[in-house]
């Protein structure tokens, strides 16, 4: 029998009421993840669970791969693949996930902090959209920022014309010196310290150990 609990819930009753209690600076994380039935089970009966990459969504495999580098590059674990974590999410935003996931559990974790590699919810998205990460300016507008920006992205796009191909073909085939300015933008994302306190934050881990786990909830229509 697993060390810890696992109950049965609605998605409203899975998360505690309260503050979530999330500290990124503590030296065990919480975290929070939803998975499979089948990848709980596979949980218990092994006592470890690994990522799929095989699940990973294609459209975004140039953002995965440069997020797995990082992992390989900054953790002292090595795997193929990420799990992914909440590592800070607001208690209503987790519910709506739950709603979202009707027969799958959600795991409570406690993971040490040197297996998890952090980076901010939403610049995480530049690296999805294969853009670059332009942070705004102390003292800046908006409108001085917007154009900045816009400035940023038709370099882009001209980079990769110039080189002979269109900006939707294959990040493999864009000029090696603009993928290496972009994925340089990118690392801001893994330092807490370049933003607020209030931000959502992701983790990303090589393996889930069962002891790692504090809680299961099977999640209820």
């Known amino acids: 029998m697993p060390a810890f609990p696992i109950t049965t819930a609605r998605p409203a009753d899975a998360v505690p009421k309260g503050r979530m209690g999330y500290d990124l600076a503590a030296e065990r994380l919480l975290l929070h993840t939803i998975q499979s039935e089948e990848a709980f089970e596979g949980l218990l009966s092994t006592g470890a669970l690994e990522p799929d990459p095989s699940r990973a969504e294609p459209l975004h495999a140039d953002a ?20 992914w974590f909440w590592a800070r999410i607001s208690r209503q935003d987790l519910v709506e996930l739950c709603k979202q996931s009707p027969g799958e559990v959600l795991l ?8 998890v590699l952090l ?55 864009w000029p090696e010196d603009l993928r290496s300015e972009l994925e340089i933008s990118w690392e801001f994302i893994l330092d807490p310290g370049n933003y607020g306190r209030y931000d959502n934050w992701q983790a990303t881990a090589h393996c889930l150990y069962e002891d790692d786990v504090m809680a299961a909830v099977r999640l209820q229509d």
């Open 108 to 115: 409570t974790c406690r993971v040490p902090r040197e297996r």
């Open 119 to 173: 980076s901010q919810f939403g610049d995480w998205h530049s690296t999805l959209n294969r853009s670059p990460l332009i942070i705004e300016l102390p003292g800046e507008s908006d409108e001085e920022y917007m154009a900045r920006l816009e400035c940023a992205f038709e370099d882009v796009d001209a980079r990769v014309r110039a080189a002979g191909v269109t900006p939707d073909a294959g990040y493999r085939h």
């Open 64 to 83: 995965y791969g440069w997020m797995y580098r990082q992992m390989t590059a900054r953790l002292p674990t090595k795997g193929d693949g990420a799990l």
